[in-house]
C-alpha cells in the first residue's frame, strides 16, 4: 500500500468525469487500498480516486467514529436508484477543499447500487451521515464539489482560501 497525493482546488482533474470501471480485479483492489490508507492518513472519512488523480468511478468511505473499530467501505461504479424528496441539511468538508465547510442540502435518504471490494453488487438503503457522505463522494465522480452546491461568492471565497493555504505550506 502507499500513500497517494490528494488533490486540491483548483486542479482541473478535480472537474473531470470519471470512467466506469470494467472489472474488479487485484489492479483495483491495489487502488482501493492505496485510497483507503491516503483517507485515513489525512484524516477524511470519504474519498473518491478522482481526488488522487484517477478517473475512475471508485469510492472508499469509513464512518465508524474513533472510538469504534475500523469499517471500510468500498464503491465501485456506484449508482442512486432512489432519493427522497425530503433534503437535510449537513456541513459538509472535503479533502480537496480543505479547511473548508458549509452547509449544503441533499436528499436525505438514497438508495444504492454498487459493487464491493469483492465485485459483489449490492444495494441498500442510505440516510444520516452514510447518505451525505455517499452524495458528496458520488459527485465528486461526476466533477463536482461541495462548493458547487454553495453560492459563486462562497465558492470563489473557498477557492481563494485554499490557494492561500497551499501557498503557505
Ligand atoms: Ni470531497
Redesign the pocket.
Known amino acids: 500500500m502507499a500513500l497517494r497525493e490528494i488533490l486540491v482546488v483548483p486542479h482541473p482533474a478535480l472537474k473531470q468525469v470519471s470512467q466506469p470501471v470494467e472489472r474488479v480485479d487485484d489492479e483495483l483492489r491495489a487502488l482501493m487500498d492505496d485510497m483507503l490508507e491516503t483517507m485515513y492518513d489525512a484524516p477524511g472519512i470519504?474519498?473518491?480516486a478522482i481526488?488522487i488523480g484517477v478517473p475512475k468511478r471508485v469510492i472508499v468511505m469509513d464512518l465508524a467514529r474513533q472510538d469504534e473499530p475500523k469499517q471500510p467501505q468500498y464503491f465501485v461504479n456506484p449508482e442512486i436508484l432512489w432519493s427522497s424528496d425530503e433534503t437535510a441539511p449537513y456541513e459538509?468538508?472535503?479533502?480537496?477543499?480543505p479547511e473548508i465547510f458549509d452547509e449544503v442540502d441533499r436528499p436525505a435518504r438514497v438508495k444504492l447500487r454498487y459493487l464491493n471490494y469483492q465485485g459483489e453488487q449490492i444495494e441498500e438503503d442510505a440516510d444520516g451521515m452514510y447518505a451525505v457522505c455517499i452524495q458528496?463522494?458520488m459527485?465528486?465522480l461526476d466533477g463536482v464539489?461541495?462548493i458547487d452546491h454553495l453560492s459563486r461568492l462562497k465558492r470563489e471565497q473557498a477557492i481563494k482560501k485554499v490557494k492561500k493555504l497551499v501557498r503557505a505550506a
Open positions: 470519504g474519498l473518491a481526488q459538509e468538508g472535503c479533502l480537496s477543499v458528496h463522494e459527485d465528486h464539489l461541495f
